[in-house]
Nanobody
């Protein structure tokens, strides 16, 4: 299974919303947890959100909790992130990732827990 495309990034004013989507192909999508990470210039890639393969257990970084909502559509092999109340500090390149089967699902996932990354999509929030 690999991430095949990502979309939805763009430029938005503070307080605005964007919806990111990512598709995967080549494997049993419904058996994998999926995650979103982001990387701002000069920073390490950091965890944003994740969704368990069961489709209802979700995990969020404290910085986005209450503003972002991750979801998945197993029929379409896609994962999405609805991002509301965006702030300038949310500016980054966002990446979807397929979580390793052996990884422990939590809000502390690291880049080492990801087996495959999608192409990044730029999100820029202006003040």
């Amino acid at each position: 299974l690999r991430c095949s495309w990502a979309s939805g990034g763009g430029l938005v004013q503070a307080g605005g919303s964007l919806r990111l989507s990512c598709a995967a192909s080549g494997g049993a999508f419904s058996t994998y947890g999926m995650a979103w990470f982001r990387q701002a210039p000069g920073n390490e890639r950091e965890f944003v959100a994740a969704i368990h393969r069961n489709g209802w257990t979700r995990y969020y970084a404290d910085s986005v909790k209450g503003r972002f909502a991750v979801s998945r559509d197993n029929a379409k092999n896609t994962v999405s992130s609805q991002m509301n109340s965006l702030k300038p500090k949310d500016t980054a390149v966002y990446y979807c990732g397929i979580i390793l089967e052996r990884a422990w699902m939590s809000n502390s996932l690291s880049v080492n827990d990801i087996q495959s990354w999608g192409k990044g999509t730029q999100v820029t929030v202006s003040s």
